[in-house]
């Protein structure tokens, strides 16, 4: 059932944020559902190492992550915009016992809103302690239309 949960929460999100790229994980890392995102990108330690930290620190903190694949402390920022072609923005929405949502996408399509990021955060823990876990993406996204 948490596996169900993830996936249906985290293509909703994708819907909602219109993320490049998204990942359903649990607390182990085991990817449960995945939106363009290829065998070698997943396999890849730089990937792995970002989804690790910043789904980490949701769960530990029990909050939405916002970050970045670049730039981890401001002082080590470059000091050209040679590497902004890289930059993609991540977000890692905490799902409770049962893992994160792991979104990014690269800097030129715009940033994740923070409003949004929190009404989906408001919206998992919801529907966790409501045991909505049966939800389809085309129902939670419905659910988070009706957030006021």
């Not at 970050?67 to 799902?95: C, F, G, M, Y």
């Not at 800097?107 to 923070?114: A, E, L, T």
């Amino acid at each position: 059932m948490s596996e169900v949960f993830l996936s249906n929460f985290m293509r909703a999100a994708r819907t909602i944020t219109r993320a490049e790229r998204c990942l359903a994980v649990d607390s182990d890392f085991t990817v449960y559902d995945r939106y363009n995102v290829s065998d070698e990108v997943l396999e890849s330690t730089n990937f792995n190492s970002l989804v690790v930290s910043a789904v980490s620190d949701a769960l530990q903190q029990g909050e939405a992550i916002i970050t970045n694949n670049l730039i981890s402390d401001p002082a080590e920022a470059p000091n050209t915009n040679v590497h902004l072609a890289d930059l993609r923005l991540v977000v890692a929405i905490p799902a409770g016992k049962f893992g994160a949502i792991y979104l990014d996408q690269h800097i030129r399509q715009g940033v994740f809103q923070r409003d949004v990021i929190e009404k989906l955060s408001k919206l998992a823990a919801q529907l966790i302690a409501a045991e909505e876990l049966e939800l389809t993406a085309e129902q939670v996204v419905e659910r988070y239309r009706a957030i006021n």
